[in-house]
Each structure stands twice: as structure tokens, then as C-alpha cells.
């Protein structure tokens, strides 16, 4: 199966901030990454796919990048909304589908 | 706009087996556009896969789940259901049902959750 890792595990920011998060996979996954962002007690949501492919609604202050085995999600201008769990998934091989273990942001 | 509900049991005793149904609406699940599956989150931990189905019955499950593991589909009822035999605490976890995009493989529109206790 291929490990997906991700960091920083968990850090602190504040609102306006620019953030970044890094994924990689053991193994090379061409594009095929999405991102998703988990808020507590709900579902997690699609924000990326494609690797940089913004889903439809998501507010374009997020954008993803990368190939291979190192991706990026950025938050431009990080707003309290935000803040939430972050998870990166390859779908490259499967089964399984793995996910990252998650990066959570939270206000500093 | 797809959405998905959960449903089933919160309690399961250890050596028993789980089931889940999740029900489709806003959208056939016979839909060439989706596969569906089933991911699970144990409290305070990531997400684990567990396995989807298409609707014509066509399966795969994650191998650390397969020996346990049988999703299946009523395309009657709109819904596909979870099993997962010989549970134990380690399985207790929110249970959430989601829409694949085929060919993409991604996981689009997810439903809210449902958590299942294994305890006796």
C-alpha cells in the first residue's frame, strides 16, 4: 500500500496568514491526489482533487500543487472558517485508497 | 446535489457483526458517474477505507478489512450496505458513506457520519 505523510502534523496561525501544507506519498502518484478538509463532528469535504483541480464551490484562497510524491495545499489568506483538519488521499493505486494522517490548524 | 445518510445501529456487542446502510438521494445509485463506498474514523484518529461497490455489484475492500468486509447494493431501495463481521473495540469508529467519482477515484460527496460503539 502506498503511505501517504503529511506536515506539519498540527501548528498555529492566525487569521489573514498565508499557510501551507505538505503531503507525500511513498511512492510516486502522479496527480493523483486529492485534498480534504475536516471540520470536528462533521464529514470531511472535498476541496481538491486532481492535485490542484479546485472543487466546485471551494473559495479560490485554496489551491494545490504538485506530482510524483510531494504535494502542497495552500491557504492564501487563511479566515476563521478555516481552521479544521486537512487531509491529503492518493488514489493513484488501490486498493487501498490511503489518506495522510491530517494537519490540523489552529488559531494561534 | 448528491446527499448521503448513514443509518443502523450506535451499538455493536464484540464478535458480533456491524451493518450499515446508506442511502442515496438527490441522484440514482445506478449512476455511471459513481461508484460508493465506506470509510471509517475512529475517534481522535485519521480515515481508513474500507471498501466500495458499483452499482452493478462489482467490488473491492481495503486487505486489512477483506477477510471481515462484504458491501453489497439494492438498486431498488437506492442504498448499499456495510457488514463487518467479528467486530471488536478496535472497529468502534464513525462509519461515513461517500460518493467515488469513477475513473477519478475521489471521494465527492460524503455523508454526515454515524458512530458505532463495539462493546459489550
Known amino acids: 500500500a502506498i503511505r501517504m505523510t503529511q506536515s506539519p502534523s498540527s501548528f498555529s496561525a492566525s487569521t489573514g496568514d498565508r499557510v501551507t501544507i505538505t503531503c507525500r506519498a511513498s511512492?510516486?502518484?502522479?496527480?493523483?491526489l486529492a485534498w480534504y478538509q475536516q471540520k470536528p463532528g462533521k464529514a470531511p469535504k472535498l476541496l481538491i482533487y486532481?492535485?490542484?483541480t479546485l472543487q466546485s464551490g471551494v473559495p479560490s484562497r485554496f489551491s494545490g500543487s504538485g506530482s510524483g510524491t510531494d504535494f502542497t495545499l495552500t491557504i492564501s489568506c487563511l479566515q476563521s472558517e478555516d481552521f479544521a483538519t486537512y487531509y491529503c488521499q492518493q488514489y493513484y493505486s488501490y486498493p487501498p485508497f490511503t489518506f495522510g494522517p491530517g494537519t490540523k490548524v489552529d488559531i494561534k | 446535489q448528491l446527499q448521503l445518510q448513514e443509518s443502523g445501529p450506535g451499538l455493536v456487542k464484540p464478535s458480533e457483526t456491524l451493518s450499515l446502510t446508506c442511502t442515496v438521494s438527490g441522484g440514482s445509485i445506478s449512476s455511471s458517474s459513481y461508484y460508493w463506498g465506506w470509510i471509517r474514523q475512529p475517534p481522535g484518529k485519521g480515515l481508513e477505507w474500507i471498501g466500495s461497490i458499483y452499482y452493478s455489484g462489482s467490488t473491492y475492500y481495503n486487505p486489512s478489512l477483506k477477510s471481515r468486509v462484504t458491501i453489497s447494493v439494492d438498486t431498488s431501495k437506492n442504498q448499499f450496505s456495510l457488514k463487518l463481521s467479528s467486530v471488536t473495540a478496535a472497529d468502534t469508529a464513525v462509519y461515513y458513506c461517500?460518493?467515488?467519482?469513477?475513473?477519478?477515484?475521489?471521494?465527492?460527496?460524503w455523508g454526515q457520519g454515524t458512530l458505532v460503539t463495539v462493546s459489550s
Open positions: 486532481a492535485a490542484s
Open positions: 511512492q510516486g502518484i502522479s496527480s493523483y
Open positions: 461517500a460518493s467515488i467519482v469513477v475513473v477519478a477515484e475521489y471521494f465527492q460527496h
